[in-house]
């Protein structure tokens, strides 16, 4: 049966004038070609449950799967391969469906390098697998079977509002298997249910998998002995793990202290001259909370960003020092980013005396940093180029 379109709010947006194909029985489909029912250029709406045996659903470009509700609009096949499938050239688009697979193949294939992919409102029983992408959307879906997502071109992923579930300790709710990639991937305000006793909400086979993976929001329960996320934390560069709940947070961060217990003088060559806080015994070490921060030299304290992101952070210093006996120094503090001083981190001038003095600051200045980029102390002698001793020195990044 054929109608004309009239937009939905709650569905996908259609071409005005697209043809509708209302589907009650497997012959108001396409005739299948060996196995395959290659879809028109048209909205195909199941308006109750049909079944199309072994067939399988071959999605063109500009092809709409929907059902009627995500009950009562119901595909079923035992297809090997897949339920529907969107190959090469074909773009995937499916609102408020239910598919079920009632074989061992998937229930959704996609395989269609650099186009655009839309799950809405979909119920699938079976997995769906993601082979090559450009982009796919999936929002306010359930997937019970496994998401996985399996090519070494993948695109770009956000998954929305979404319901992932597994029951088979085998089969986690979402998986990045070996050899795939992916750029930016998104899981987003989803709940992940691992109800199985060794279950596995989502494993990555690496972290460097994507260009940047973000969890955010969402919610993760597994049974005794299984595991919310496995081959992935909130401390790998290009992951950030925000404001979830059954998994560890982290906020990007970094320090590094020289705290030994070793005094080590600060050789000041000329009066105005910026100089690195280290010297003979100078040993900075890195914090235990760093997050997407390492040493990269411990006799500076120079901390450097390894975040794949572009952040600004504020930034805070501590230093306890002395002049070197029967010297006169006025010194001033400051923290480099590449080799510079920042302007706000520059203290005013402070006199040192013969004991000890401790100085502690946070500043609001926030540098952007980028990839590579490093921070470190320096310390001038506003006077002439007496030098320093420090026994204590500490850089933050927050």
Not at 227 to 253: H, Y
């Amino acid at each position: 049966m054929a109608d004309t379109n009239t937009n939905s709010t709650d569905r996908l947006p259609v071409t005005r004038g697209t043809t509708v194909v209302q589907v009650y029985r497997p012959e108001d489909l396409p005739t299948p070609a060996a196995g395959l029912i290659t879809l028109e250029a048209k909205y195909y709406l199941f308006m109750q449950t049909v079944d199309i045996g072994s067939d399988e659903i071959v999605m063109i470009d500009g092809s709409h799967l929907a059902g009627v509700d995500a009950n009562k609009g119901r595909l079923i096949s035992n297809n090997a391969t897949s339920v529907v499938s969107a190959p090469a050239g074909s773009t995937m688009v499916m609102d408020t469906l239910r598919i079920t697979q009632n074989g061992a193949g998937d229930a959704v294939l996609i395989d269609n390098t650099s186009l655009t992919n839309f799950v809405n409102r979909c119920r699938i029983e079976g997995s769906l697998r993601i082979a090559e992408s450009g982009l796919l959307v999936m929002q306010l879906s359930l997937i019970n079977g496994g998401f996985f997502i399996a090519g070494a071109n993948s695109g770009n992923i956000d998954i929305r509002t979404s319901l992932l579930n597994s029951a088979v300790a085998a089969v986690p709710c979402l998986e990045i298997l070996p050899g795939a990639a992916a750029g930016r991937f998104a899981l987003r305000n989803a709940q992940l249910v691992a109800s199985d006793a060794l279950g596995i909400c989502v494993r990555v086979d690496d972290p460097t998998q994507v260009t940047r993976g973000l969890i955010l929001s969402c919610n993760f329960t597994v049974g005794a002995g299984g595991s919310e996320v496995v081959g992935v934390t909130a401390g790998d560069d290009e992951w950030k793990f925000i404001d979830n709940t059954g998994i560890d947070q982290s906020q990007d961060q970094g320090d590094a202290t020289h705290d030994g217990g070793t005094t080590f003088t600060v050789a000041i060559s000329a009066v105005n001259t910026w100089t690195d806080i280290t010297g003979a015994g100078a040993a900075y070490a890195l914090g235990s909370g760093a997050q997407k921060f390492s040493l990269a030299t411990a006799a500076t304290g120079e901390l450097e960003y390894e975040g794949v992101d572009q952040k600004s952070f504020q930034l805070g210093m501590e230093i306890g020092f002395e002049r070197t006996a029967g010297m006169d120094v006025s010194i001033q503090f400051a923290i480099a980013h590449n080799g510079t001083e920042i302007a706000g981190t520059i203290t005013e001038t402070l006199i040192a005396t013969n004991s000890e003095q401790i100085f502690r600051r946070y500043m609001l200045v926030s540098p952007v940093l980028v990839n590579g980029d490093t921070l470190r102390l320096r310390v001038q002698n506003v006077v002439n180029d007496d030098d320093i001793d420090v026994d204590f020195a500490r850089i933050v990044v927050l």
